[in-house]
Structures are given as structure tokens and as C-alpha cells.
């Protein structure tokens, strides 16, 4: 590692990394979109035209996983700063898998609402169902940008690029990807008691 890349990975006079008061400053505005979509479903419902329906079992199971997720990805940070960097790449990649898994298990989960007639748009479709699908559809796409976060910090670890010296990419990818598994489990938990 040079020079310059010590320098870039080192906190600034002001005390936090630009490229952490980005990372923040993302993460306030999805915040803020949520918070958005979630006052929407509330006031909606209570407007009327509103088609109660089950969750699918499936959520549970996605849930589970993406605390798995996070749970590696703490790992890799642990691992990370005390330079185990085998188990640090180890726990990266677990983080992907698990991360892939719980995406393909929101498909799922469309099926399953497919299944129980619970569409997102057209002629049967009810808001209901179309607020459940922008709510789980827009946080797999800030999953999706979380997932290839972490094959960059992979990429990193791979070249022994993320060490006990060099903690900025690792510290960015746990913070965000904990951030969307604590944003998953709030959304579950909101549909769950909202439903």
C-alpha cells in the first residue's frame, strides 16, 4: 500500500472521512424515502379500498437470513481489523452469498403474493399490494447496490487491500450493509403490524 492510499484511508481534520459523510448522508435520504413510503401506506389505508391479505411465510425466512448477513459482515470487519485476512475475505463472501439468497427469496415472496392474488398493478390490483411491493422492490434495489459494495471490498480484501491499517472500505460496506438489514426488519415489522 502506498503513501497517498494511507493518506485517503486516514479520517480528515473534521473527523470523519469524506467518503463516510457521503456514506451518511446516503443513508439519511433513504431514510427519509422510507419514512415517506411507510406514512404513505398508513395514510392510505385509512382511506378506504384497502384489501387485507396475508404476508408471505417466506418474509420470516428472508428476515433470518439478512441477520445472518449481517452477522458475517461483522465478522469480516472483526476479522478484518485484526488482520485475519483469510477470514475477513471468508466472511465478505459469506455476506454475498447470504445477501443473494435473501434476494432470491424476495422473488419468492412475489410468487407467494402472486399466488394469493395480491398484485402490483393492473386491473386487480389494490394499493395494498402495490405499497408492499414498492416497499420490498426498492429496498432489494438498495440491496443489490449494498451486494456490489461488498464485491468491491472483496476485490479489495483479494489484494490485500483491507487490513488492520486500512479499515475506510470494510467500516463503509458494514455500516451500510448492517444499515439495510436493520431497514429490512423495520419494513417486516411495520407490514407485519400494519397489515
Known amino acids: 500500500m502506498n503513501t497517498s492510499e494511507l ?4 479520517e480528515t481534520s473534521l473527523g470523519t472521512h469524506p467518503k463516510r459523510l457521503i456514506l451518511i448522508l446516503l443513508i439519511f435520504s433513504i ?3 422510507f419514512a415517506a413510503f411507510t406514512s404513505g401506506y398508513i ?8 384489501r387485507e391479505f396475508d404476508l408471505p411465510a417466506s418474509l420470516l425466512f428472508n428476515s433470518i437470513v439478512i441477520l445472518l448477513s449481517s452477522a458475517a459482515m461483522q465478522w469480516a470487519y ?16 459469506l ?3 447470504l445477501g443473494i ?7 419468492h415472496s412475489w410468487g407467494d403474493l402472486v399466488a394469493g392474488h395480491t398484485f402490483f398493478g393492473g386491473a386487480d390490483a389494490n394499493p395494498s399490494g402495490s405499497f408492499v411491493y414498492v416497499l420490498m422492490g426498492v429496498h432489494a434495489f438498495h440491496l443489490v447496490t449494498g451486494l456490489v459494495f461488498v464485491a468491491l471490498v472483496l476485490k479489495r480484501s483479494l489484494n490485500y487491500q483491507v ?7 470494510i467500516g463503509n460496506a458494514a455500516i451500510y ?5 436493520g431497514l429490512w426488519l423495520y419494513l417486516y415489522l411495520f407490514l407485519l403490524l400494519n397489515h
Open 163 to 169: 487490513h488492520s491499517r486500512a479499515m475506510l472500505s
Open 43 to 50: 395514510v392510505r389505508r385509512d382511506e378506504g379500498n384497502w
Open 31 to 33: 431514510i427519509m424515502m
Open 78 to 93: 472483526y476479522s478484518a481489523k485484526h488482520d485475519e485476512v483469510k477470514r475477513a475475505q471468508t466472511g465478505l463472501l
Open 101 to 107: 439468497v435473501f434476494l432470491f427469496g424476495q422473488v
Open 177 to 181: 450493509w448492517h444499515f439495510l438489514g
Open 7 to 10: 493518506i485517503a484511508d486516514k
Open 95 to 97: 455476506t454475498l452469498v
